[in-house]
């Protein structure tokens, strides 16, 4: 791939050349979206950027929002009429005058376009008056929050939008008197006028368009000393409990992550002001705005029967979102290729506050299920993308986001620190960040400064992890004399295109009845001998990759099974179960059901409560993925049994609660359904299980599913609960789950139109529930048209619709048929989108691996009936 940097160079040289053609003041090619050239252009043109903007927003959500603003800018030179970015219709801007003059509104191709006459080298001054763009100020009832990243603040307002040009932001709001209001500069007045207020806010600190963000709306309001400075919380939440389980821990979470970052940066917390908000069914986890951060309130707002996971995942969200305010916003990428830097850094620090806050053994098992699983969801696919992706326009830059960047990310991240060594690696971030703080950054430039301090050849390293997608995939071979190891070599190769190899360090253990033996494996090639295991005695079995450092498809050693759930280290299991899986997925080792029973049989003795939900999670997978209808039900009694076995032996209440929630996930059979639904409608959960609001309406959906009282069962969920919010998701839910199939065709319909569309999350929690494998029989014919809509969720959607959109409908098909269906629509389409082509490749992995893993076991079962079978099948 073309780097950066030479990308940028090419760029300028070529515009240099053009200077003359422009120098007559010619029209330039207007494109849609923000075009990489665009982007230099304006780069090297303009400078010390300043928005005042004026929002006028009223109580009710249909009327229109009026606006004003006036830009500020230094301009270096005139070589071209100036391009402001505003994807709205022409007619939405009422008046537009430069520099005390009124002139023509001349928009083309989502530009408003300044010819230079209008012009001149130095300050310039832009006024518009316009109607606001609703898409991206998500607009609700009550409440409103603007979310502009990638490149969505020109679908609100006129302005330059682009990473790579900071500028400050003078706001003023104009909201119902009864509305809170949350912006990135800290709020200086208020006035109050009958049934308005007016708020005046400080200017921004230096911010991307992106990042510039406020919300407003019917919020309560909370306040706390965090550091040195009084943070300040927004949110929509009523239920008490909820309310005061969390607030404070929110405040606290935050105050010990910038305590955190400022130690370990050595800069102090970089922004005027800390503020947050939660904001119901919210698109992302979090987003990073600068004083106006804003997260998903069910992330946050946690009750008494919440499990461990869900406090560590609090506390790692928002260190995640903290994190941001040195990584992403102090230093900001030049251009949206390099998004991944932001994210690495986010997750990889966050989770260093893990680390401190809940120690290194619980940080590294679950840095290892965090991460891992879902970079190998990439990865194994024919669809996987590099970390670092080219970008010739932002209006694509929406398909950069992904498991790759926020998961590969930081475990190459975690090789490059182990490569240089911790201390080597933190100064050579350190002198980064205070190099280009306020500024953007490439890849390339933190490269060049980290290189100062490694003897490592990091560009040659940064070839393979960054540049490259895949992941290895390794095989060894141990030779014996007598009862002891001769040889033991371990090789690796790509799963798939051109073979290189992955440099990286990981452990192997050799494991004895009475003792283990760990072995440093620091793989620099293909091929390895292992000259420490030589001599050594043989051992009961290998577990590769025991310290779940390294990267790739690690062997099982089929010795393992007997002994697997008498491994020690929770660590050690969980890269035991998740070799086994990713090799069950491969054809290599197990097959789905020889799985499904193997890790059955853990669920009574796997007491850390992490891994027992990686288990439960793994079952899941196989139960709906990989087994076939008729095999499933066969296999229904024991799977309920099991689980609900286990949830009574295992003695800690969130081990009980996980279990529960598998059976529910799973349950078949008549007896179980009954089951349910007298825990339902009784709201008499399994003696030590707790259970909660959104349990029971989780509860109320899975009966739905699977009952013929839909309609009933919903609508008593809905009477059950207070929150308006909570109300509205299941009366959005209700059609998907409707037993009249019309009533799903109709609903299904209803997406096409993108006002249906608004909360996302709603959306594909329905499409899941359309797409179940109990409904799929006549679902499966939405397929076509949800393939239909991806470019236009691609288009009007936020940043990970297009993969949740695609996760939700393809993720649990298996049949022939739907298999076809994606092949046929990728061949009607040759020259589709390609990074969407890869997405759409990526969320039918298992679709095709389920389709091919049934081929091999029927031809498994003809060899068989031959006596001619490998001990193992394998994709290559």
């Not at 049994?641 to 799973?666: E, G, H, V």
């Not at 989108?833 to 679709?847: E, G, T, V």
Request: with cysteine; charged share 20%.
């Amino acid at each position: 791939m073309i780097s950066k940097i030479k990308t940028y160079a090419t760029t300028a040289l070529l515009l240099a050349g053009a200077a003359s053609a422009f120098a007559q003041g010619a029209r330039p090619l207007v494109e849609p979206g923000v075009s990489l050239k665009l982007a230099t252009y304006r780069h090297t043109a303009l400078s010390n950027l300043q928005y005042t903007l004026n929002f006028d927003i009223p109580a009710e959500k249909s009327q229109a929002i009026n606006a004003t603003e006036n830009i500020s800018f230094t301009l270096k030179s005139l070589v071209q009429p100036l391009q402001l970015d505003f994807k709205q219709p022409a007619e939405k801007v009422k008046a537009i005058s430069v520099n005390g003059q009124d002139i023509p509104v001349d928009w083309a191709n989502e530009h408003l376009v300044v010819d230079t006459k209008y012009l001149h080298a130095g300050i310039n001054k832009i006024y518009l008056k316009f109607t606001a763009g609703n898409e991206s100020l998500n607009r609700n009832d009550d409440y409103l929050y603007a979310l502009f990243v990638p490149d969505r603040a020109r679908t609100v307002f006129p302005c330059f939008d682009q990473p790579d040009l900071k500028s400050r932001f003078l706001l003023t709001l104009q909201v119902p008197s009864d509305w809170k209001v949350l912006a990135n500069g800290a709020k200086k007045d208020s006035v109050v006028n009958g049934q308005r207020t007016t708020f005046h806010f400080a200017n921004s600190d230096k911010l991307p368009t992106y990042l510039f963000s406020f919300t407003a709306g019917k919020y309560t309001y909370a306040q706390q000393s965090v550091g040195k400075h009084t943070a300040v919380f927004l949110y929509r939440e009523t239920d008490a409990t909820k309310i005061k389980l969390s607030v404070d821990s929110v405040f606290i979470a935050h105050k010990n992550a910038i305590s955190f970052l400022e130690n370990w940066t050595g800069i102090p917390f970089p922004f005027q002001k800390v503020g947050f908000v939660a904001i119901p069914d919210f698109q992302f986890g979090g987003m990073e705005h600068p004083g106006e951060v804003q997260y998903k309130a069910s992330a946050l707002f946690l009750e008494d029967g919440a499990t461990k996971d869900q406090f560590i995942s609090r506390s790692n969200l928002v260190s995640h979102e903290t994190a941001h305010m040195w990584f992403g916003d102090m230093v900001t990428m030049e251009w949206f290729n390099d998004v991944w830097m932001k994210e690495v850094f986010a997750n990889f620090m966050a989770d260093k506050v893990t680390e401190k806050m809940m120690g290194s053994e619980t940080f590294n098992l679950k840095f290892l299920q965090d991460h891992y699983p879902a970079a190998y969801g990439i990865d194994r696919t024919q669809g996987a993308n590099p970390i670092r992706q080219q970008l010739d326009n932002l209006q694509d830059a929406g398909s950069l986001y992904g498991n790759i960047i926020y998961h590969k990310a930081p475990i190459m991240m975690r090789q490059l620190e182990l490569l240089m060594g911790a201390a080597n690696f933190r100064l050579g971030i350190q002198e980064y960040l205070k190099k280009y703080a306020y500024t953007n950054a490439t890849w390339n430039d933190l490269i060049a400064i980290l290189s100062k301090h490694s003897k490592t050849d990091l560009y040659a390293w940064n070839k393979v992890w960054v540049n490259q997608p895949g992941r290895p995939v390794f095989d060894y071979n141990i030779n014996y004399a007598g009862n002891k190891i001769s040889k033991f070599t371990l090789t690796q190769h790509a799963e798939f295109g051109e073979q290189r190899s992955w440099p990286q360090a990981f452990n192997v253990t050799l494991v004895y009845p009475d003792h283990s033996q760990n072995i440093t494996v620091n793989m620099i090639g293909t091929q390895l001998d292992l000259k420490a295991a030589e001599g050594l005695a043989k051992p009961a079995y290998v577990l590769f990759n025991s310290n779940g450092m390294g990267y790739g498809l690690f062997p099982t050693d089929k010795n393992i099974t007997a002994g697997l759930y008498n491994i020690a280290s929770p660590l050690q299991r969980a890269t035991a179960y998740i070799a086994a899986y990713e090799n069950m997925l491969a054809g290599r080792y197990f097959k789905p059901n020889e799985l499904l029973q193997l890790f059955t049989k853990g669920l009574t003795v796997e007491k850390n409560e992490m891994n027992l939900r990686m288990l439960t999670g793994y079952i899941g997978n196989i139960y709906w993925e990989f087994l076939q209808p008729t095999e499933r039900l066969k296999m229904a009694t024991t799977v309920e049994q099991s689980f609900w076995t286990a949830m009574q032996q295992q003695a800690t209440a969130n081990n009980k609660k996980i279990l529960f929630r598998a059976y529910q996930d799973a349950y078949l059979t008549h007896e179980a359904q009954s089951n349910i639904y007298n825990i339902w409608q009784q709201k008499q959960p399994p003696l030590g299980v707790k259970l909660t609001e959104d349990d029971y309406t989780s509860l109320a959906f899975s009966v739905a599913l699977r009952s013929d009282t839909t309609t009933h069962i919903l609508k008593q969920q809905e009477d059950r609960i207070t929150n308006t919010d909570r109300k509205k998701r299941i009366e959005f839910l209700m059609p998907a789950l409707s037993l009249d199939p019309q009533e799903r065709d109709a609903f299904f319909a209803s997406l096409a139109d993108r006002k249906n569309r608004g909360k996302e999350a709603w959306v594909t929690a329905a499409l899941a529930y359309l797409n179940h494998p109990l409904r799929q029989s006549t679902s499966i014919k939405y397929l076509p048209k949800s393939l239909d809509l991806v470019e236009e969720i691609q288009r009007t959607g936020d940043v990970f619709f297009p993969q949740s959109w695609l996760g939700s409908i393809l993720s649990s098909y298996q049949s022939k048929e739907a298999a076809q269906i994606v092949r046929d629509f990728l061949k009607a389409h040759p020259n589709y989108n390609p990074k969407l082509k890869d997405k759409i490749l990526q969320s039918s992995d298992n679709l095709f691996r389920a389709e091919k893993l049934l081929d091999q076991a029927t031809h498994y079962v003809i060899l068989r009936h031959s006596n001619h079978y490998p001990p193992f099948m394998t994709w290559h």
